[in-house]
């Protein structure tokens, strides 16, 4: 359990520009779950080598937090330090065919503007509510694609020991929604290799993947893909099948318009999404002895993360497509699409 004394110490440290209880539940896309203890938002490099500084000798448990697409935070709150991203890592740099791209630009926005600038390799995205920094520690993807399949470089800060790397992305050693980024390291900048396109040919690209999403998915307050598809398997297909559309727990909901979407009520709870969640695993599982997995971080909930951080991750809005362009393709990446 986090003291009040290392918190004390820790706002110290930061002088003073640190927010007590700050909002937490209503950064996510669930709009439910309560609030961190201390909040800190980092303009710069510097800034978040010094949150790795002021932690030190410290027991407090660290999220970082980019567009909150990705999280479940437990109505008791966070007891911890949550570190969020300025403005300063939201830019976009275009020369050639190569982008650089800010930690936490906004997927959606990078992949409109690349296409926009005439070249393609990145319309999936618009499909992604999540960060780039994200997208590149979790290698998001959809539409037959995914991060790694145009990233030739990332930057990144490690809050456990202040160190700023700047790697090729083979060093991800990267595979399916998975990289070997740990939780302490927080991704500052992607660089994209693209290839040259028609404006106009990714903008109507971009525009199916939006028709689509808005025919056969949810809107309102979720996090996208609950669970995670198993080989050969659609997550959502699993859960439909076993009767649980519309199946409700308190404030929350398994959409009736796709099985592996939550739905949070206005003002509901964020324990009540846990324990639908937790519902649905465990009918599945008596049913068809598969173990899903999450895709959505709980957070401040008794089996969060053991070692003192957490950290976000993108979220799955870019799972279960047709026509064989979904996140069930599990190829190595380089694999082609």
Not at 86 to 111: D, I, N, Q, Y
Not at 199 to 214: F, L, N, Q, T
Not at 299 to 320: H, K, N, Q, S, T
């Amino acid at each position: 359990m986090t003291s009040a004394l290392d918190l004390i110490t820790l706002e110290s440290r930061l002088g003073g520009r640190t927010e007590r209880d700050a909002p937490l539940g209503s950064r996510t896309t669930y709009r439910v779950g309560g609030t961190a203890a201390l909040a800190y938002e980092a303009a710069n490099e510097t800034a978040l080598v010094e949150v790795a500084r002021a932690l030190e000798g410290l027991d407090v448990p660290v999220l970082v937090v980019g567009n909150g697409s990705n999280l479940l935070v437990a109505d008791a709150g966070f007891a911890g330090l949550v570190v969020t991203l300025g403005h300063g890592f939201a830019g976009l740099a275009v020369k050639g065919t190569e982008v650089r791209a800010g930690g936490v630009l906004a997927l959606p926005t990078l992949a409109r503007r690349t296409a926009a600038a005439g070249l393609t390799g990145l319309e999936w995205a618009v499909g992604v509510p999540g960060s780039v920094g994200g997208a590149v520690r979790m290698n998001a993807g959809g539409h037959g694609s995914d991060t790694v399949a145009t990233l030739v470089r990332y930057r990144s800060v490690d809050l456990a020991t202040g160190i700023v790397v700047d790697f090729p992305s083979a060093h991800l050693a990267a595979s399916y929604r998975h990289t070997s980024l740990s939780a302490t390291e927080v991704v500052v900048e992607a660089t994209h290799q693209l290839a040259p396109g028609d404006p106009e040919v990714g903008k109507a690209s971009i525009d199916e993947i939006v028709r689509w999403r808005r025919a056969n998915q949810p809107g309102g307050s979720n996090a996208g893909s609950v669970f995670t598809n198993p080989p050969d398997e659609s997550a959502g297909r699993l859960i439909d099948a076993s009767g649980l559309k519309g199946l409700r727990i308190g404030s929350a909901e398994v959409s009736s318009k796709h099985a592996n979407f939550i739905q949070a009520d206005k003002g509901g709870s964020a324990d009540d999404v846990r324990r639908l969640i937790d519902a649905v695993h465990r009918k599945v599982l008596a049913d068809t002895g598969i173990d899903l997995s999450t895709e959505v971080r709980m957070i401040g909930f008794a089996d969060e993360e053991p070692d003192g951080f957490a950290d976000e991750e993108p979220d799955g809005f870019a799972d279960e497509e047709p026509d064989g362009c979904n996140g069930e393709d599990r190829r190595e990446p380089g694999a082609g699409t």
